[in-house]
């Protein structure tokens, strides 16, 4: 079998037409060039489509071979084996088992990879980006969905110095400022990776019980004690750079950032930590858990609409529809309240 062929020395741009065979284990080149070289020193480059494929000479000269086919038999005849990764791209089988793999890898990666990665990340950034972030985001809230308060300062005085008062649970006491706000958004609270707990007018107006508001104010300093909304941020985050890797959009990270910032939903694990941090903070103050349970009961029982406590119908604004914004955050559900009720 003879293959025809261009040959360059690898040091110029030379080209030199030649003929390839095969005998004994032996490759020869006759024509421009006459040489001889046994075939199992020579390097023949991956299976690709339509390209030229390069057999290349220990001292870095090459041959480039044209006619795929006739190439192919030569190789098959001359037993070449391609590397494991050229036969697996050529068999669909393979290829489709390595996409299944992969699918798995990335899901599971999802679930069990991304939330511990998250957490490790949250936890080595310097404190500075988590003020930098949350003011930045406190700026964007206060431009387009919230005003200045309209509660009494000797109101808003007192539940912060309630707040204060109260002893931490024995795990550590993160930073934290406590901000009223009037909202587009009714009764709400959140927690910014900056340490300020913003509640809004309604919320407080809402609840009436400030043991209950205490609940609220201890929550949310749980989601600040185990970094949640940071944790959240890096993993939307971490999946729009993979998106990025994947498919080489941009745009899937730029357009998930507000997305992030305003659907501040968290996990269940995340609410249950948060439950959590807010029911050792009462049982270390001597509190009646059923005051953080109202929070839930009666924020859901507002959602499916009804009475107000004071006997008025919920209204729009600051009632039913309200509700749906900290519930959407803060599914109440009847297991929910059982556990912050029965959590020993
Ligand atoms: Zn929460």
Redo the contacts with the bound molecule.
Sequence with gaps: MTIPAFYFDGKTSRKYAVFLTVEDDTAYLTGDIDRQCPIGQLRVSERLNRAARKVTFPDGAYLEVQDNPAFNDLLAATRHRDSLVVRIQQNWRATLAALAALVAVVVLGYIYLLPAAANLIAKSLPVAVDRQIGQGTLEFLDRHMLAPTKLPAARREALIRRFRALTSPPEQWPQYQILFRHSKIGPNAFALPSGDIVLTDEIVLLLQDDDAIMGVLA??L??LHERHLMRRLIQSSAIGAAATVLFGDVSAVIANIPTVLLDMK?SRD??RE?DDYAIAMFKANGMSRAALASVFEKLGGHESGGKREDGKETDKAGGAAGMAAYLS??PSSAERVQRILQAP
Excluded: C, F
Aim: glycine fraction near 10%.
């Design positions: 929550h949310e749980g989601h968290y995340a609410e948060a955050s803060h």
